[in-house]
């Protein structure tokens, strides 16, 4: 109904403004839920927990989410109570409310999905939220809320005869303070028939006597026409408590004429007047809402704009008008060099770059935010999970604060709520077997983030059984993961759980899955360019390290060369290098080459020939192998000529421009403007060899047909760098 | 972006234009070889000289690599080395065009730069039906400046299929 | 000329559904995200009607309507209360402050349309 004249293309923009509104807002709400459980919450915390679940209703109720609107409805009476006094705050109460705040993200997310949920889904914390509800008003009846009963009279008004109405409108004086006029309610009446007027200027006092703002004057009017009473009623509908109105006719509807009539009538906010949580104060607090914009990182919002403490982005305006004074500067120096031997451009250049470098930080500043808005999501899972199971868990969060790239934040959530599933569901044990092995019914899993230089350190650590290690060798070795006889060492056999597939519950359970394991984790994290790290004692508990990029938009990385062309490598990926003794490198049958180090055998993959680059080393003792190590753990040797050093790079898409290329991440641009390439080292373990005649000096390629130009074995000539611009058009 | 195609339909036209359908079109031509082309102008975005690139690993031979245009990775393509004639020996007196095509940014490298051409739409000649030539989908039309036989190429056509990534040898 | 008109809601949803609503019948809309920042957009441009939530962070509906009515320049500009509450205290509190009349949402476009029109003919 209410949205009947919006067409589908609007409606569907507007409710996707919704749902992502509702994502913040739920965010919003359980952050605020969750200190209540802890601590009782001031006026200020509860009419912001109301405004969420009120927006959410008024929302839903656009369009036609009756069953969340019912249940949102039910949820801000309690909180209208709540935070008028009426019910007081104690730990029940805050236990309802947490999970009536549960409850409510999981209607908003099914609405939003379109996913069915039980019927009964809602009903039992309904009924909780109800029976507070009652119990405050005195166990007599319903709340206000339910209680009041729908007005529907005036939704039949079929068109009938013409009636004549008399109708006495005497406004009181101070009619004008809220800005309404009289003459267009008159006009108003004039459009439903035929009118007389009249009016009773006899109140008008003499003009020493008179309010300019009040008004003085009434009217009597005879109207002559089809509509109701309700539609004559409605006219004055935002004046009859300013006026005494009277219309008198014999028609018999119910004369209220409010155009809520299909709305209840829920009376569930008190006047702000009788209430000191909505005092009329102003209370402008910018500084309050950059925390509160972090909490926008839903998955569905990655697009969305990025707010941002104004304090950062004047830092930034101001560094770069430093860097285009420096900038002037120095070219101004360099026209001057004549005189100077250009001492004072090399001055330049050093500012220009410890400028340039500030620049960066600034403009990376920018994307930060704090992990607050994953780590809130964790107390909602942690309910959900543990009550499946049967367990009692307390999480702990510490450095929500700890400032993390926008997009690490997305990236986090789902390696988080897998791990802390994980630590829920075969970590902590059930109540009576970790009352039986003297540890309280209660287990602690506990969640913190940290800065360590350039990275994230983001620990989950449980008390619970911890990892069994004589078990876990078992699993591996049924499922062929490691040989029988393989000598592991405890970290070695830690490590298992990463292993592809691998499920260590006794029980496949509903909560952590069947298949979809640690070594999704572990590539997720590797995907964000970090590490993840596993330390167990067994009866005690684990500790998951995780270590990440704080962006992802710059990488540390290891500028290698292969013959002539340059490349990054991740450093993260990196473990070590090392010149190998010929002794050391070993042909395997059927192609291929390994490298002992420290009696492990490692695969060589040669750069040179997998990218098909014409003139590198071709054997390793007299370059360099680069061992690094996969996401899945395997470690490999690459072959490269030599190692140029390491740098902070700037990551580029190719694919803006192009297609995936397999090997390469991504792209950099060097010092000198040129391009370099980033190794993807997860698709470099999986290529093979591409080209026999890597040795033959001469980019020529098997893949095309046979060239028609006896150039070609040539193509890039060498040609000093420096554009020559001969034509330009269109927009530089 | 207008391409060539469009604006034999006639419906778009420059500035310039006439009123009626003979609208004038403008477009930039240069020479690859022997052979005079010429794209649309709205799709230029600079033009700058030849300076090495960067090698993408295995991808097709026309493919030259990226270079940086101011902080954006832009691929090289060798015009000459797409119509099967064998790769340009590149030195500073050849030209890399910079267009925009189908939302990518690319670079077109060709021997020169000829001219800007503006010529009336009705000008514009169909290519005829060809018995089997340099591949002849990318050519939308034909113009004739003087002597010369100017050919009209439609990147779209040229880069609508993304060159292929020759799965086949890089098996992962 | 298009009357213009000064929707102040903390929803985007709501806001973008009355602007779109009334973008449609010819108004022009202003924008504001709440009490505070609805002061600050009538600092610097007039409007015939403000439209306004009442739950919002920063200045609530009602204290939006005290002030603005506490400044000439706004005395007589009508001022509609749009919120979900139907609740006669509500409307009393609104009523008290100043506000020139109220919209219940969700709300039809249709009857958005027919109040606006009354209060901004």
Known sequence: MSDSSFGANELDRFRATFFEECAELIADMESRLSCMLTETADSEELNAIFRAVHSIKAGAGAFGLKRLVTFSHTFEALLDWLRDGRIAQDERVATILVKAGDILAALVEAAQQGKEIAADFETEIANELHGLLEEASGGTSTHRAKAEPKSTSESVTPAKATVDYRISFSPHAELFRHANEPLLLIKELERFGTLHTFCDTSKLPSLAAMEPEDAYFSWTFELSTNRSKADIAEVFEFVDQDCILDISESAEEEAFGLFDDDEPKALNEPAPDSSPAVAPTIEHKPAAEPAQKAQSGAKSNANATIRVDLARIDRLVNMVGELVITQAMLAQQIIDQGKDQGQQAIQGHEDLAVLTRELQECVMAIRMQPVKSVFQRMPRLVREVAGKLNKQVNLVTHGEQTEVDKTVIEELADPLTHMIRNSIDHGIETPDVRIAAGKPAEGKIVLSAAHVGSNILIHISDDGAGINRERLLKKAIEKGIVTPNANLSDEEIDELIFAPGFSTAAAVTDVSGRGVGMDVVRRNIVGLGGRIQVQSTFGKGTRFTLIIPLTLAVLDGMIVASGSEKYILPLTSIIESFRPDKSQVREITGGGQVASIRGEYVRLVYLCKIFDVPGAVLEPWKGLVVLVETASGNKLGIVVDELIGQQQVVIKSLLDNFTPVPGISGATILGNGRVALILDIEQLAGMTERRRHATIDGRLSGSKPALLDDQASQPHSDVDDGALPRLAVGSR | ?172 | ?121
Not at chain 2, 115 to 123: K, Q
Not at chain 2, 140 to 153: C, P, Q, R, Y
Not at chain 3, 52 to 76: C, E, F, W, Y
Request: net charge negative.
């Open chain 3, 1 to 121: 000329m298009a009357k213009r008109v000064l929707t102040v809601d903390d929803s985007k949803t709501m806001r973008d559904m009355v602007s779109f609503t009334l973008k449609g019948a010819g108004f022009e809309v202003v924008e504001a995200e709440d009490g505070v920042k609805a002061l600050s957009v009538l600092e610097r441009t007039n409007v015939d009607l403000v439209i306004t939530d009442i739950n919002m962070p920063n200045m609530d509906g009602v204290t939006l309507v005290k002030q603005l009515r506490a400044k000439p320049s706004h005395k007589s500009t009508p001022i509609l209360i749009l919120t979900t509450e139907g609740g006669e205290d509500k409307k009393a509190a609104g009523r008290a402050a100043g506000a020139t009349g109220w919209i219940v949402k969700p709300f039809a476009p249709d009857k958005l349309l027919q109040v606006v029109t009354k209060v901004c003919p």
């Open chain 2, 1 to 172: 972006m207008r391409s060539a195609q469009d604006m034999m339909s006639g419906s778009q036209g420059n500035a310039q234009g006439h009123e009626h359908s003979t609208k004038t079109v403008q477009f930039i031509s240069f020479r690859v070889g022997e052979q005079e082309f010429a794209i649309d102008i709205m799709a230029v975005r600079e033009i700058k000289g030849w300076t090495d690139t960067t090698t993408l690993p295995n991808q097709e031979e026309y493919l030259l690599g990226v270079l940086n245009l101011r902080g954006t990775i832009v691929p090289i393509y060798d015009l000459r080395c797409r119509f099967g004639l064998g790769l340009t020996v590149a030195t500073r007196s050849h030209v890399v065009i910079i267009v925009s095509v189908l939302d990518r940014t690319i670079g077109l490298l060709v021997d020169a730069v000829s001219d800007i051409l503006t010529v009336n739409s009705n000008e514009i000649r169909p290519v005829p039906e060809m018995e089997k030539s340099v591949s002849n989908e990318f050519l939308s039309g034909l113009i004739t400046i003087g002597e010369t036989m100017v050919v009209l190429l439609s990147l779209e056509t040229l880069f609508a299929q993304r060159p292929s990534e020759d799965a086949s040898a890089v098996a992962a």
